[in-house]
């Protein structure tokens, strides 16, 4: 049985498009249409007819230049998955940046709370807390959005974590990451987004995945070789990041995703490829 899954997202749909191009026999369980657009350009379309329709030039643009096509035909599809679009644990981070809780490792241990600088939150609070912040994203709100047009089911995956190249190097914005890192919190930082996002997905009428575990290193980081050679959204699929980027994952974390898409459907893929697993 093959399934047709209209791929939306941001910027990091790139990754999975990339895969698909160079190796669409490995996952012959799905016959996927990409459809990216920056920004919030995905929240500019209506459904009129039955087709999902955009109604902003920018929009228009995305999906001409992106996935050349003026419109997507909403019952065409068996199913859709929201990609990115800034459901990250970095959002997370940012609450771990200015807050702590009690359920946290470091916490437990620490002799004199009263001196730590950081804001003191109860459990509940910062789930309330993280489950907001991640409502708020574009993922939830494209997911929302569709799921006032159909029924089909709607997937939202996680966008990978930042790259462990900043264990080596410093980037900005992650100053969290590095807390969490020394302070033994990162798994309990994880498990809070993990849970989050499953949680505010099933209230939108949606699944979530998280990202596929063995991508993972030290429970924050996505491993480099997921993350190295990133491409951009751009129509010839093929122009490089920025060198400093950390954020966007490259192909075979898009395969990685796309095995996880049809392990969730319940459709076939090739166990082997090109891509394979990190060592």
């Given amino acids: 049985m093959t399934r047709r899954i209209c791929f939306l997202g941001n910027s990091h749909i790139a990754c999975l498009r990339q895969a698909w191009a160079r190796e669409p026999l490995r996952w012959p369980g799905i016959a996927p249409l990409f459809v990216g657009g920056h920004r919030n350009l995905l929240l500019d379309t209506a459904e009129i007819g039955r087709r999902l329709v955009p109604t902003s030039d920018g929009a228009a643009r995305a999906f001409s230049d992106l996935a ?4 997507i035909d909403l019952d065409d599809y068996d199913a859709f998955v929201i990609t990115g679009c ?15 809780w009690l359920d946290l490792p470091s916490v437990a241990a620490h002799d004199d709370l009263a001196a ?7 459990d509940a609070a910062v789930q309330m807390t993280a489950e907001d912040i991640l409502s708020r994203r574009l993922g939830l709100r494209v997911a929302r959005h569709l799921r006032e047009m159909t029924d089909r089911p709607i997937v939202v995956t996680s966008q990978a974590r930042v790259s462990a190249i900043i264990e080596e190097a410093h980037r900005p914005g992650t100053r969290a990451h590095h807390a969490a890192l020394k302070a033994g919190d990162a798994a309990a930082l994880s498990d809070l987004f993990d849970n989050s996002a499953l949680r505010v997905c099933r209230e939108a009428g949606t699944t979530f995945l998280p990202q596929p575990r063995h991508t993972i290193t030290k429970h924050i980081l996505t491993a480099r070789p997921y993350m190295d050679g990133a491409v951009r959204l751009t129509a010839d699929g093929d122009t490089p990041q920025p060198p400093k980027d950390i954020t966007h994952a490259n192909a075979r974390y898009g395969a990685a995703v796309l095995d996880q898409i ?18």
């Fill in 68 to 71: 050349g096509i003026d419109h």
């Fill in 116 to 122: 730590d600088p950081a804001i003191l939150m109860s």
């Fill in 262 to 279: 049809s392990a969730h459907f319940g459709v076939s893929a090739e166990t082997q490829g090109s891509f394979g697993r990190a060592s």
């Fill in 86 to 100: 800034l459901v990250s644990l970095g959002c997370i981070a940012n609450l771990y940046r200015d807050a702590r």
